[in-house]
């Protein structure tokens, strides 16, 4: 079984409120966890947010995300304008990622405006799940089960099928 020793954290702004999302979430991070090490870290939403404007906020979450990294951080941010894989083109990506990260890979979800120029600054690639849109509760369940479909492919399971 193709076990590494690299960290993979889902980094998330806000928690996932809706139970069939957070049911799923669950089930696919049990499962990721027989091939690596991974956790999903929630930063607090903020609060009072009707008196800030919408760069205002994104700075206030970018302090907030800047806080929760750690030096030898690789940062992938999930975003729109990232680039786009096929599913096994990701479990390539995976498995170079295994090869060259020390420390922690950190996947980034931001809040509901995007992520400021700051993250941007420190994010080393960009990946975007679809051209379509989707909630932020959702992009999560979706992450983590290809995450884990990731994982199968690497290990040759039945999970996967092309």
């Known amino acids: 079984m193709y076990f ?6 889902l980094l998330v702004v806000g928690k996932t409120v809706e139970k069939h999302y957070i049911t799923g979430i669950e089930d ?3 499962r990721i966890q027989h091939y690596l090490g991974f956790n999903l870290e ?3 939403e ?3 947010t009707k008196n800030l404007s919408e760069s205002q906020q994104k700075e206030k979450e970018a302090d907030l995300i800047l806080k929760a990294l750690q030096p030898g951080d690789v940062v992938v941010l999930l975003d729109e304008h990232g680039k786009e894989f096929r599913s096994i083109e990701f479990a390539d990506w995976m498995k170079n990622k295994m090869n060259t990260v020390n420390k922690r890979l950190v996947f980034i979800v931001g809040g509901p405006y995007g992520f400021s120029q ?3 600054d420190v994010a080393k690639e960009k990946i975007s799940l679809s ?4 909630s932020h509760q959702m992009i999560r369940l979706i992450f983590v089960e290809q995450i884990y479909r990731a994982m199968t492919i690497l290990n ?3 999970y996967h099928h092309e």
């Open 4 to 9: 590494c020793s690299m960290k993979v954290t």
């Open 28 to 30: 696919y991070v049990g």
């Open 42 to 44: 929630v930063i607090p």
């Open 46 to 48: 903020l609060k009072n």
């Open 118 to 120: 700051r993250i941007y």
């Open 131 to 134: 051209k379509m849109t989707f």
């Open 156 to 158: 040759g399971g039945p």
